[in-house]
């Protein structure tokens, strides 16, 4: 049912690798309600790498189909390093404008949900915090 | 809030100005153009031939608009001026001002007229506390337009200021070098329009698709028909028609506020819910947006169901120890500012917050009985299911059964995660206040009705009897332990919290109202209760004090601890009308509403618990927001709390407790499953006379 996303990354990458698992896991229960397709823009240099994930009732399928999208999200690789980590806030991201977000907002909101928990007392910004 | 500042608004975008409609704003007052929690402009000085305005008026047209009558030459010299300039100011995606300067001279005149302009992008929570910026500025001046930017790292925030008559831009504003002739007016349009993340945002409303927006687009982005959107709320809304006047303009006051205090979040649409206050909280809050549209749902139901759409598709999904989330759990606060997008600060959103989540699931059921709208229910069974886990599975912090708190983002979270937030609102009868986890008993209360109130749904809605039997199962046991736990012995009243060993925090406080509202109270207790909140202690004749007068902690202007809350009232009258207390309820709600007419309709956030023998009107408490969401909502709950309003399946139950100085009463075409019902009372609650129950 699933397709493997396209193998450019290398085997080490998190960010690959989480895809690569939103991939085998086929249904993620947080999305049950939704359905649409999402693209997601990894920029690495001048390289521009699709992750089309395609929803249908919380079935998942990813790809890396540049197709059209009713929702993109693009970011540089590093940003998307640290969202797979739990160590960056999806939405914190987007208004920091970090991620650029085009079309479905609902959608945007929903997709997010995939994205794991930070460490347990990860604070961000605890050295750096002001006031 | 200064006084004598003007504010205009229109969702979360609004203006604060001095009474010559100009703004320079320091770093730490909030004047200034606002919108998505960021000042995008400090200064906006308009002068004539180098000098200052002075007001003849200002007028607040409508809450998005504002004029401003001034005339050359400041201080209080008497001006023979030959000159007059009126400022028309409208909100919308940034603001819209007309300018017109009239000659009354026989001869032409030369003038140099100004407008200073500059933008700190502040946070709003750098205003709050003051904070130096990390980012940089940058200015644009060029042949048709002024753009003010500010950039840090991948964050960018822009004002672009323009003109419909030709004039001169520099960094610092603009000139026209004009000559008005005799008996002549000149006039100009002049566009203050904010742009947020570049290209990827839109605002409500607008098609988010498709290519960037230039800044020619973006200058000419037209504001909304708020005219015809305010007069079609307006017309929408339940008619009402008494003989008290004071209810008429307050009931006019509270809607046009309410109309004022609409917000559509991003995803929303052109759907709104209600934002929490002006000028700081103009965002979404869980209990907030959740408290006003339980209030407004016999007017409006929209803002409830808005309200539980957007809630819902923000609820938490994983454990987050800086934003306090949980699975489940209802968001306490959105932001949008600078702090947030670099997770200075943990609003994106923030979740700290314990009645929310309850709260939630008794709205989403009480939204049904007044609509029938079961899609809905059935779109939001997940998220209300979820609600209902994070009860027993996250917030039952000390493994006893009971909801409790305790923040664990130590550094920017709420230490108080109940309606009383301030630091000191919880305490026993001594003053001392309880460590942490705290256990409030108004959260019970709401976790027993969110357990009655969805067991129904789950039996009616969602076809699933075995969670409702599970559900009214654990609703009954919780009654069962909170009865006995909190009941403080010697006083005949329940106890605002239990501490962390389990120890009753023993003061006398207004929770009990909620307690009352909720359901949770055994039936033999109910009478002692009403009459400690009607009694001496509590009601000061004007209200119910949020904690008793002997209490250690006992202020009558105390934040949380002596004055009186208006949208605290009004559930608590809702609570005593649940237990069959009509009287009392008529009681509470005329001695709120008479105070709203010395506040011109517009109830504060609170006021001062001094006797009313004592003071004869209300004393105001110095009050950050105003209006405020929640006691916006207040007197449309007493309205149906009066009427004794009841939905009961598909008919709207009116059984009308009325205190004589309302006289006749009519609320006319109150939407519902029912489609529109009227309902009619007369004044019979002589409320001089009623002291509590005996």
């Known amino acids: 049912m699933t397709t493997s996303a396209s193998g450019k990354a290398p085997t080490d990458d998190p960010v690959a690798a989480f895809f690569d698992e939103l991939a085998r896991r086929g249904y993620e229960p947080l999305l049950r309600k939704v359905s649409g397709r999402v693209r997601f823009d990894l920029v690495d240099g001048s390289n521009l790498e699709p992750r089309l994930v395609v929803i249908d009732k919380g079935k998942l399928t990813v790809t890396g189909d540049s197709a059209e999208a ?46 794991p928990a930070p460490p347990r007392g990860w604070d961000p910004t605890a050295d750096t915090r002001s006031g | ?35 998505f929690d960021t000042r995008f402009l400090s200064k906006w000085v308009l002068t ?23 005339v050359p030459g400041v201080g209080s010299v008497y001006v023979n001026a030959t000159l007059s300039v009126i400022r028309q100011r409208s909100v919308g995606n940034g603001f819209h ?131 015809r959107n305010l007069a079609g709320w307006l017309d929408e809304a339940p008619q009402l028609e008494c003989d008290w006047e004071t209810l008429l303009g307050t009931y006019r006051r509270s809607l046009i506020d309410l109309a004022a205090l609409r917000f559509s979040p991003m995803t929303a649409g052109s759907h709104s819910l209600p934002a929490a206050g002006l000028p700081w909280f103009m965002t979404m809050f869980g209990r907030d947006s959740i408290f006003t549209s339980l209030q407004a749902l016999p007017f409006t139901s929209e803002l409830a169901a808005t309200t539980l759409r957007e809630l819902g598709l923000r609820q938490g999904t994983r454990i987050d120890d800086f934003r306090d989330e949980d699975p489940g759990r209802i968001l306490h606060e959105m932001r949008y500012g600078e702090m947030t997008a670099f997770e200075e600060r943990p609003h994106s959103p923030y979740f700290g917050t314990a009645d929310a989540t309850p709260l939630y699931v008794v709205l989403l059921d009480e939204y049904e009985r007044w609509t029938g709208d079961r899609e809905l229910v059935l ?59 705290r256990a409030t008993c108004e959260l019970q209360g709401y976790a027993y009705d969110a357990k009655v109130r969805g067991a129904r749904l789950a039996r009616e809605v969602w076809n699933d009897p075995d969670y409702a039997a599970e559900l009214e199962k654990q609703a009954a046991d919780l009654k069962r332990r909170f009865n006995h736990d909190f009941w403080v012995a010697d006083g005949e009243y329940f106890a605002i919290a239990l501490d962390a060993d389990g120890r009753q925090v023993d003061s006398l406080t207004s929770n009990n109202g ?76 005329a001695g709120i509403l008479e105070a709203s007419r010395y506040f011109d309709g517009r109830l504060p956030e609170a006021f001062g618990g001094y006797p009313r023998s004592m003071t004869k009107y209300p004393v105001q408490y110095p009050t950050a927001c105003s209006p405020q969401a ?47 019902i009227d309902a009619f009372g007369r004044g019979r609650v002589d409320t001089s006379r009623v002291t509590g129950p005996r």
Request: overall charge negative.
């Open chain 1, 70 to 115: 009713e929702c993109t999200i693009r970011g540089e690789l590093p940003v998307f390093k640290e969202l797979v980590s739990g160590r960056r806030n999806f939405v914190a991201a987007v208004l920091r404008g970090a991620l650029a977000c085009q079309g479905d907002l609902e959608l945007m909101f929903a997709i997010q949900r995939i994205f």
């Open chain 2, 1 to 35: 809030m200064s006084d004598g500042m003007v504010k205009i608004l229109n969702g979360n975008t609004f203006v604060v100005s001095d009474v010559r409609g100009d703004i320079e704003a320091s770093p730490s007052d909030p004047t200034g153009l606002f919108s």
């Open chain 2, 48 to 70: 004539v031939n180098g000098d200052r305005l002075m007001s003849l008026s200002a007028d607040d047209l409508q809450y998005y608009e504002a004029r401003f009558f001034l």
């Open chain 2, 97 to 227: 001002e007309e300018v017109a300067i009239l000659n009354h001279d026989d001869a032409p005149v030369d003038l140099t007229v100004r407008i200073e302009a500059d933008s700190d992008f502040a946070d709003l929570f750098e205003v709050k506390d003051t904070l130096q910026k990390k980012g940089s500025y940058a200015r644009q001046a060029g042949e048709g337009s002024l753009l003010l930017k500010y950039r840090r790292d991948t964050y960018e925030r822009s004002t672009a200021i323009s003109s419909s008559e030709p004039c001169s831009f520099d960094e610092d504003g603009l000139t026209f070098s004009i000559t008005i002739g005799p008996h002549e007016t000149w006039t100009t349009g002049l566009d203050v329009a904010i742009e947020m993340l570049g290209q990827q945002i839109g605002e409500p409303e607008q098609e988010i698709e498709g290519a960037p927006r230039s800044l020619a687009d973006q200058v000419k982005r037209p504001i909304p028909d708020m005219a």
């Open chain 2, 379 to 437: 779109e939001l069974e997940y998220e209300a299911r979820a609600a209902l886990h994070w009860i027993d599975a996250y917030a039952d912090l000390q493994g006893n059964g009971y909801i409790s708190y305790r923040r664990r983002n130590a550094e920017t979270g709420l230490e108080n995660q109940c309606w009383k937030d301030s630091w000191d609102s919880i305490s026993y009868r001594d003053g001392t206040l309880p460590g942490f986890p």
């Open chain 2, 514 to 589: 909620h307690l009352l509202w909720s359901g949770i109270v055994d039936e033999s207790k109910a009478k002692t209760v009403a009459a400690h909140l009607l009694g001496d202690r509590l009601f000061t004749g004007w209200g119910i004090r949020t904690l008793a007068e002997g209490e250690s902690r006992y202020n009558p202007i105390g934040y949380h601890n002596g004055t009186i809350w208006p949208f605290d009232n009004s559930f608590i009258a809702w609570g005593l009308r649940r237990y069959g207390f009509k009287d009392e309820a008529a009681v509470v709600a």
């Open chain 2, 630 to 676: 929640w006691s916006t909502g207040a007197p449309l709950l007493f309205l149906r709390t009066m009427l004794g309003l009841e939905p009961l399946g598909d008919h709207l139950v009116v059984d009308p407790a009325l205190p004589t100085s309302i006289g006749r009463l009519e609320l006319l075409d109150i939407p519902g499953r029912w489609g529109l």
